[in-house]
């Protein structure tokens, strides 16, 4: 007879917190997206070049720490980071416009 193979176990994806560096799974972290030049903290689908905070780490959130990653607009991600923790439903940017399908072609 043959042993049983063991199942492997399943991935979890790994990222690296953008303030302290530290790896953990992606679920940990919450993403920060820029979309037209401006980092944002959103909720939902996210599309464009991400960065990630720890989500259970509110020293990851200080401006001095997020300064590395995203320069300038530290000081606004420190603050919607904050507010993120006070109502994470809340979407901290505003709807992407997009084209309605029913745009006739004229």
Not at 47 to 62: M, N
Not at 84 to 101: G, L, T
Request: charge should be positive; proline fraction near 8%; charged fraction near 30%.
């Amino acid at each position: 007879m043959t042993a049983a193979l063991p199942t492997p176990a399943k991935h979890v994806p790994e990222r690296t917190c953008a303030a302290c560096r530290r790896k953990r799974p992606q679920s940990e972290f919450l993403r920060v997206t820029r979309v037209g030049g401006k980092w944002d903290v959103r909720a939902g689908n996210r599309v464009g070049r991400g960065a990630y905070v720890c989500a259970d780490t509110p020293e990851c959130w200080q401006e001095k720490r997020l300064r590395r990653a995203f320069r300038a607009q530290a000081a606004e991600i420190a603050e919607q980071l904050q507010n993120h923790q006070k109502d994470p439903n809340q979407n901290h940017s505003a709807p992407d416009a997009r084209v309605s399908p029913e745009v006739s072609h004229v």
